[in-house]
């Protein structure tokens, strides 16, 4: 059973620092891999989705990398700013159709 | 284009009673889910479909039934509430299980039972 690990659960770090966010999985055969964000309260936003051939995903202030062998992506946010305070989730999708398999989440807070 | 909608976005039931959550999605998407969102927790799927009048269970379909008669929506339905549904439930859908262009998620339905 494909289980995905995100540390660290918490962060908090002054406005205009570049941050990492990490994400692990245990089956390294997967399809895709999608970063999320998750304001309080509200839906899902997907942020960058990485397939299976690629290394990597740019989006703005945002780079996500995918190391299918490793079993692991990170997510890179340059120039942090009080509106990227949300919580961000990893998923992963695997070759059936049984949809994504999440983890629990990195709680981000950016002080002004 | 609206996406993925769900209703209601609030729903305080009572233990025994009964109700059905909406999601109903406008990009022709073939498969569609539900997850379940516990504080704390990361989602965990309830149900899923890979389209019309085919369903199946995810990790936790107790106390969950679904059905699927047209592309476009795809109900949740609770029977017998209990204290352990209490949570946001979230439906989303994309054209394939391992589609390149990802899931597209609704806004949730926020449930409490009491």
């Known amino acids: 059973k494909q289980e995905v690990t995100q540390i660290p659960a918490a962060l908090s770090v002054p406005e205009g620092e570049n941050l990492v966010l990490n994400c692990s999985f245990t089956?390294?055969?997967?399809?895709?891999l999608q970063w999320f964000r998750q304001d309080p309260g509200k839906g899902l936003t997907s942020l960058l989705l990485?397939?299976?051939?690629?290394r990597e995903q740019t989006s703005g202030r945002l780079n996500a990398s995918l190391d299918k062998s490793s079993g692991r992506s990170t997510l890179y946010i340059a120039a942090s700013q009080p509106g990227d305070s949300a919580t961000y989730l990893c998923?992963?999708?695997?070759?059936?159709?049984?949809?994504?398999?999440f983890g629990k989440g990195t709680h981000l807070i950016i002080q002004p | 284009n609206a996406g993925v909608t769900q209703t209601p976005k609030f729903r305080i039931l009572k233990i025994g009673q009964s109700m059905t959550l909406q999601c109903t999605q406008d990009?022709?998407?073939?498969?569609m889910y539900w997850y379940r969102q516990d504080p704390g927790m990361g989602l965990k799927l309830i149900y899923y479909?890979?389209?019309?009048?085919?369903?199946d269970k995810g990790e936790v379909p107790n106390g969950y039934n679904v059905s699927r008669s047209t592309t476009e929506d795809f109900p949740l339905r609770l029977e017998l509430a209990a204290p352990s549904q209490t949570s946001v439930y979230f439906c989303?859908?994309?054209?394939?299980?391992?589609?390149?262009?990802?899931?597209?998620f609704g806004s949730g339905t926020r449930l409490t039972v009491v």
């Open positions: 990009m022709n998407h073939n498969y």
């Open positions: 089956d390294s055969a997967i399809y895709n």
């Open positions: 479909s890979v389209g019309a009048g085919i369903t």
């Open positions: 989303a859908s994309s054209p394939l299980g391992n589609s390149n262009y990802g899931y597209t």
């Open positions: 998923a992963v999708i695997g070759g059936g159709a049984d949809g994504l398999t």
């Open positions: 990485i397939q299976s051939s690629q």
